[in-house]
């Protein structure tokens, strides 16, 4: 039995960067790096369901990415997964989320597990469309924003609880295997032991190639995605305004603008 | 490795870690050759040094050492990060007047900077013609009276001369004259900000008694120097904030306590219950008040008598039974009683209660609850024997409760210096119970900040034997 997550590394800002001179992202010098958040999520309700079951699983993550990212699935491995895999070529820069959903199911087919598991989305691109392209691309059922899963390792289903609107949850049954993406909250991340780190230092990170999976160059990159980024900048300042005076003033005139949009 | 005992051996260590929070933590040890080694560590990569420039936990002497970057990311970073020194300060402003096309924003942020040398906010204030760096040095709280004054002439014309003024009138370092200066000719906000402020003359307190506008009175009523007479008129004030604020006004008189003892709004009434001097007929009021804010603020409030506590523990809401549990005079027999509530909020109260005795967290340490339980690691009687039990709790508030516990002991707390939470680890690094040995143990960590931090104390131990 397998679970195999699959994670990012994703990138954070500070208030003051740079975009780089051709505008396509942020000058390199000003990211900093880090396991994606809802990442935690997916990889906590994978390690719940090994550690409650009585069957033998592995759990796998995956990423894609080039070798920094080693650093976050270490992360992952000292929380407990079983193995990493970092699937890299240089090709694959310039990838949309449809691409490198192509390139997780191409893992997912190799690797054969009995789930997939994705965080809803990525903080940095916030696309939120990874999980679910690699479920199209696996022909596999999926549910997005999942925030409880009732699930028994080797079940030709699954129940889970998604989030809607209005804090609504709906609750569906889904055929095994699937993708399911994981939403925040349904589970509270462990931190790492120091044992857990030390051992992770010591374990390889597989390093996979698109030839390892049965793709080649041409299945990925801006070429081959579906969409492209054309330029990225800070968008002309709004209606903000800041709010002058001495500190009775100001939370007077605060108090005014909330009655205002109430209608008071 | 054994713990290096002198500064030059701790920088060579740090050099040969390459780690870049390891060289900033020892930093300001470093001289000559192995200065320039660990800056060009920390700088040598860009985005290394703005980093530095902008972690709130670099030190002095390593955002001293980045001041002279040519960076403007780094700079504009530096101008913004608090903890910039004041040399540095004077370096970025220099560097502002001779190397680079002189910014706005930057000269801002240079006026608004609390270690910005007086020197240089007198330069701003008389020299630069900026409204917007004029009016970040009357925010300064740093800056001094003839600063203001200088500031005063200039803006007088501005446009900006309200905002101005009301900066002034905020600012701790004003001086009564300046108040008394500002104060007839500004708007109720202005004037309120004046009667609130530490310096403020008796002389515009008399004045303002007579000001009718709420946001004046609002501050006024808090003033000590008011007469009987102007507090028992304000007492029938119609706006409920400006009786709140008598309310806690520590020159009311007995006769005005009891009347507010009744006011309508709950708000004032809360604030009358938390008073020292209440009367055994105000308390007695008091007790049974439909609000049960107005009895959890009884509850808390030292001078209650027994009988008084014992009462509100009976209280249907928990929250009055928790104040009573927090209260220091609360006596153990109703700590015993409390101990029991169905509450665990109630419960909590009891165990972080520093009169709880050691027999009653025996029985809280058998509870379920965290916020309980982190309530008994946190108290000084709770037995080693429990707090070593709670080191192995899966929660981490719990765990935290037995580092903050002043009781704890080295064995006790040796086993988390293996705790999987960061912040657990670097909250050990300052404890007086642990050896320097079991700190050093902690200076291959795998997270950065505890790393620093490690250093860092071993460096301020080193500092502190040199001193000696």
Redesign the interface.
Known sequence: MKILVAVKQVATLDEDFEIRANGSDVEEDFLLYDLNEWDDFSLEEAMKIKESSDVEIEVVVVSIGPDRVDESLRKCLAKGADRAIRVWDDAIEGSDAIAIGRILAAVAQKEAPDMVFAGVQSSDQAYASTGISTAAYLDWPHAAVVADLQYKPGSGSAVIRRELEGGMLQEVEINCPAVLTIQLGINKPRYASLRGIKQAAAKPIEEVSLADVGLTGADVGADSSMSRVRRMYIPAKGRAQMIEGTIAEQAARLIQIINEFKGA | MGIPDNADDLVKLAIKTGDVYIAAAVHKVAIGSDRKQLESLMFG???NA??LA?WEHTPASVLQALSNSTDR?VV??LD?NPNTPSQAMSNLYAEEEDGFKRSLSLTMLIAQHQHTPISILECIAKFDNDIESLIAVSRNPTVNADVLRVLMGRMATSHKFE?FK?NV??NPSTTSDLLEEIYSESDA??R??VISHANCPRSLIEHAVNDDDV?VM??LVVDKRLTKDVLARLVLSKDKAVRCSVASNLALTKMLIKQLVRDDSNAVRREIAARADLTAANIKCLMSDSDHWVRMWLARNPIVPRKVLERLSLDQHADVRRAVARNPRCPIGLLKILAKDENSWVRSAVAYQHKSPKRLMLGLAEDTDVDVLSGVANNPHTPQRILQKLTTSPE?DIRRGVILNNKARRNTLLPLL?D???LHRLMLVDSSKLKEKDKWHLRN??DFQVRFVVFKWFVNRLNKVIVQ
Do not use: G, H
Request: a positive charge; hydrophobic letters at 40%; aromatic letters at 10%.
């Open positions: 990569k860009r985005r703005l980093m902008r990311a504009l970073r913004k905002l009301k009138a905020a906000y202005t309120a900000a946001v609002r501050q981490a293996e999987p939470y960061y960590d795998p």
